[in-house]
């Protein structure tokens, strides 16, 4: 098999450990190119590529994280991660992890850890990789390697349900949140919601959106049944998506253009978070971004045009 032959046949995976530990589709994919590059230009072949390659994207996937951290502490609002629609790696012994792994709650989770941390949850929790394996791709002993660990799930398991498992009823969930976002019912979207249900928005200060955060059954489905319906006369249409796993869905304006998207996540048969990212930034990879300014304008000349 050519060097070629091999990355490709583990780009997938490269992808999925670099996007968790980055939370970043377009910085995950710079890490596995330079992992090619780094990759190609070596004059020998390692014993494993596997091993080799997943601990070069790993340290380059650190070093960028560590650098990102700057900038995510003055980010402006709520930090979510660019919304990926579909993970290229695919194990079926490890479909539930893989999927929980890359929800925008375990995501947002994860960067309360240390890069280091991070690194090692992901190569362990989410890839099974073996210690002698985690060890050289972090540059530290096993044994601290093992502590490391024991910390990221410490963190990660303070802060975070087990999100519903049943695929069939999360989707007829999101169809019914959806029929009724479409249609302005506030009674039906209320009835869908936990009491303590969180709205909260990603906008990065470079886009209007909802509210950075609204909590509450009643408060929540009022706004959303208020505000999407003058979104719709405007001519914005959404596309129901599984958005990291979960339900979710990618608005857009009448030209096509992506405007933000929405990921619901589930828990004892009610939506317990809605999470949106409407910054511009962070939307690129879905295809060509939508103007929200613009957007905003319009639904409010319509509803000064209707008073």
Known sequence: MSKVEEFEELRPLLFSIAYRILGSVSEAEDAVQEAWLRFDGSATRPT????????????????????????????VGPWFPEPLLSDPYEDPAR?????????????????????????????????????????????????????LLVRARRHMQAGRPR????????EELATRFFDALKNGDV?????????????VGDGGGKAPQLARAVTGAENVARLLGTV???LIRVDVTFEPREVNGQPGA??????????????????????????????????????????????????????????
Request: hydrophobic share 45%; charged share 30%; with cysteine.
């Open 250 to 307: 990618i608005f857009r304006d009448r030209d096509g253009k992506v405007l933000h998207t929405m990921v619901l996540e589930v828990l004892d048969g009610r939506i317990r978070t809605i999470r949106t990212v409407i910054n511009p930034d962070k939307l690129g990879h879905l295809g060509p971004v939508g103007d929200a300014w613009a957007v905003d304008r319009e639904v409010k000349q319509a509803r000064r045009q209707s008073n």
């Open 187 to 199: 009674g039906g979207l209320r009835n869908l919601l936990a009491a303590d249900v969180q709205l």
């Open 228 to 230: 999407f319906p003058w």
């Open 48 to 75: 494993s590529t596997k091993a080799y390659l997943s601990a070069v994207v790993t340290r380059i996937s650190i070093d960028v994280l560590r650098s990102a951290r700057v900038r995510r502490e003055e980010y």
């Open 163 to 170: 999100f519903a498992a049943d695929r069939e009823d999360r």
């Open 95 to 147: 479909a539930v992890e893989l999927a929980d792994s890359v929800s925008m709650a375990a995501l947002v989770l994860l960067e309360r850890l240390s890069p280091l941390e991070r690194a090692v949850f992901v190569l362990r929790e989410v890839f099974a990789f073996g210690f002698g394996d985690i060890a050289a791709a972090v540059g530290r002993s096993e044994a601290a390697c093992r502590q």
